[in-house]
Nanobody
């Protein structure tokens, strides 16, 4: 069982930056692939980024590639999402999620554990 708690959301102007954190409980954090998803009002939850167990492989949605960076610190049981050059269309609730395998990393249904989400609002 893994419990995930996101933090770091807030209100920022377009062009600004935010760093989201996802703190995980338990002693097996390094055995999970970690993902970030987001959900805007009236839209489906969508994939943002994913990082492999040791951090050696990362994957991004085209919409955030070059602006967002996913990372993890297994010693701290924490995953991060650094978001730069934010745009109003990045406004959403951001969720972190955990799964054992890497297959289907971009699909919500393949993840086993989810956090409660943190709101990110980008003003124009």
């Amino acid at each position: 069982q893994v419990q995930l708690v996101e933090s770091g959301g807030g209100l920022v102007q377009a062009g600004g930056s935010l760093r989201l954190s996802c703190a995980a409980s338990g002693r097996t954090f390094s055995s999970y692939v970690m993902g970030w998803f987001r959900q805007a009002p009236g839209k489906d939850r969508e994939f943002v980024a994913c990082i492999s167990w040791g951090g050696g492989n990362t994957y991004y949605a085209d919409s955030v590639k070059g602006r967002f960076t996913i990372s993890r610190d297994n010693a701290k049981n924490t995953a991060y999402l650094q978001m730069n050059s934010l745009k109003p269309e990045d406004t959403a609730v951001y969720y972190c999620a955990a799964k054992r395998g890497l297959g289907g990393y971009h699909t919500t249904t393949s993840y086993d554990y989810w956090g409660q989400g943190t709101q990110v609002t980008v003003s124009s």
